[in-house]
């Protein structure tokens, strides 16, 4: 059996592998390291794009791909049904979820507008506001979701959070558009899927109150952002945004020069430790493939 990863680091984090396992590393570019038909479980490189699927044409005995991500929006349409997808759930959420709150006590504390005044050398003094008694709306209440509200009850803040189907302690979707008005902040963190991609459209923002914060650390194609440049132009609501849609935001784009936005360039889950915490989960899954076991994590109708 063949294993293909991306990560020379990886090969070690495997550990002791049965006899017959055959592990190469390949990073998506240049001549494959063997014949692509004999592999079998697949975890591509982390920052793959949508060409990182033109290798499944030629990968006919590949039965699992692992990504390294969370998102696996790229690969859904693609993917073989002889082929199990599995995301990175997890592997991702305590650093992406750190993100978030950072990125809230940034714009709560003014912290965008320091830096700014800094740059200039101006003592540029004012009251901030404060993350205590906030009312935080977060849709998409996956294990980042969670994890997100558990680090900002601390600060005081009131969470809510909106899934796709309503369970005890969350609501549903459906309820999202009455929610929105009662939200100083709302924090996306859903898979881009169908039913996501533009969610976040005009009649979205006019619903939030003024002065609200929006915050993506999910994807830059969950927001329209036409709509979204219209909304924050006003000077209405504010952002901090860790995607955006197109990626990387073109130098020209309006978003970049407004003051009520926080820009970082996708690196909510970029932290030391990530190769470890990707290969832990890769190892899990090959021993469960090994051993005819199921397999967790899988992605079904983009989840």
């Known amino acids: ?10 090969v070690d984090l495997l550990g002791p592998l049965p006899d017959g ?38 990968m006919t005995g590949l039965r699992v791909i692992q990504l390294p991500t969370a998102g696996a929006e790229i690969w859904v349409d693609k993917v073989p049904e002889r082929v199990t997808l599995c995301d ?11 993100w978030v709150v950072a990125a809230i006590l ?20 004012t009251a901030t506001d404060t993350l205590d008694g906030k009312r935080v709306l977060i849709v998409g209440a996956g294990s980042i979701g969670e994890a997100t509200a558990a680090r900002l009850a601390p600060f005081g803040a009131r969470v809510t959070s909106v899934a796709r189907r309503p369970r005890p302690g969350v609501h549903g979707v459906q309820e999202l558009p009455d929610l929105l008005g009662e939200a100083d902040i709302v924090v996306l ?3 881009l899927t169908d039913q996501t991609r533009g969610m976040v459209d005009a009649d979205f923002l006019r619903r939030m109150p003024d002065g609200a914060l929006l915050v993506n650390a999910a994807r830059g194609a969950v927001v329209d952002t036409a709509a979204l440049t219209a909304e924050l132009a ?20 309006p978003l970049w020069t407004m003051p009520n936005v926080f820009i970082t360039p996708h690196i909510g889950g970029s932290v030391p430790g990530g190769v470890r915490r990707i290969y832990t989960l890769v190892r899990e899954q090959l021993h469960r493939y090994l051993a005819g076991e199921e397999l967790i994590n899988v992605v079904r109708d983009g989840y």
């Open 1 to 10: 059996m063949k294993v293909w990863v991306s990560d020379p680091e990886g």
């Open 21 to 58: 396992v055959t592990v190469e590393v390949y990073d998506g570019d240049g001549a494959y390291p063997s014949d692509p038909a004999e592999v079998e479980f697949w975890t591509p490189p982390f920052l793959s794009g949508p060409e990182a699927t033109r290798h499944l044409a030629r």
């Open 88 to 98: 990175a759930r997890g592997a991702h959420t305590s650093a992406t979820a750190e």
């Open 106 to 125: 940034s714009h709560v504390r003014c912290f965008p507008r320091f830096v700014r005044a800094q740059d200039r050398r101006k003592w540029d003094y």
């Open 189 to 191: 963190l859903v898979p």
């Open 234 to 253: 006003s000077g209405r609501l504010a952002a901090a945004l860790d995607v955006t849609d197109p990626e990387p935001l073109p130098p020209n784009h």
